[in-house]
Nanobody, 122 residues
Framework: EVQLVESGGGLVQAGGSLRLSCVAS????????VAWFRQAPGKEREGVSC????????DYADSVKGRFTISSDNAKNTVYLQMNSPKPEDTAVYYC???WGWGLAADNYDYWGQGTQVTVSS
C-alpha cells in the first residue's frame, strides 16, 4: 500500500525556519516525482515545489522562490521542504504528493499524504 506521511508542521514566527518531512512507504521515491502542495482556509490547493525522480531537478512557485528548498534523501525514503523566512501568508496545511507526473498541478499526482498544519505568526 502506498502511503505518505508528513510531519514537522507547527507554529513558527515570521522570519524563522521550519522543515517539513514526507516519508513514503509502499514505494520508493526513486520511482516517483514528488511535490509539496498547500491549502489555506477558503483557498484552492496550490503547488509549492516539486522534485524530479530522474535527475533531481526542482521547481518552485514564485511565491516561495528563494525562501523554500525541496530535497530528498533516498536512503531514508524522505522528501523535505525547508522553509526559511516564512511569512504569515505561508500559513496553510501542507501536503506531499507523489506520482509519475511532474510539475505543480495537483492533477498530476494520485498519492497524497494527510497534511501537516503550518502556522506563521507575524
Amino acid at each position: 500500500e502506498v502511503q505518505l506521511v508528513e510531519s514537522g508542521g507547527g507554529l513558527v514566527q515570521a522570519g524563522g525556519s521550519l522543515r517539513l518531512s514526507c516519508v513514503a512507504s509502499g514505494f520508493t521515491f526513486d520511482d516517483y516525482d514528488v511535490a509539496w502542495f498547500r491549502q489555506a482556509p477558503g483557498k484552492e490547493r496550490e503547488g509549492v515545489s516539486c522534485i524530479s525522480r530522474s535527475d533531481g531537478s526542482t521547481d518552485y512557485a514564485d511565491s516561495v522562490k528563494g525562501r523554500f528548498t525541496i530535497s530528498s534523501d533516498n536512503a531514508k525514503n524522505t522528501v523535505y521542504l525547508q522553509m526559511n523566512s516564512p511569512k504569515p501568508e505561508d500559513t496553510a496545511v501542507y501536503y506531499c504528493a507523489a506520482d509519475w507526473g511532474w510539475g505543480l498541478a495537483a492533477d498530476n499526482y494520485d498519492y497524497w499524504g494527510q497534511g501537516t498544519q503550518v502556522t506563521v505568526s507575524s
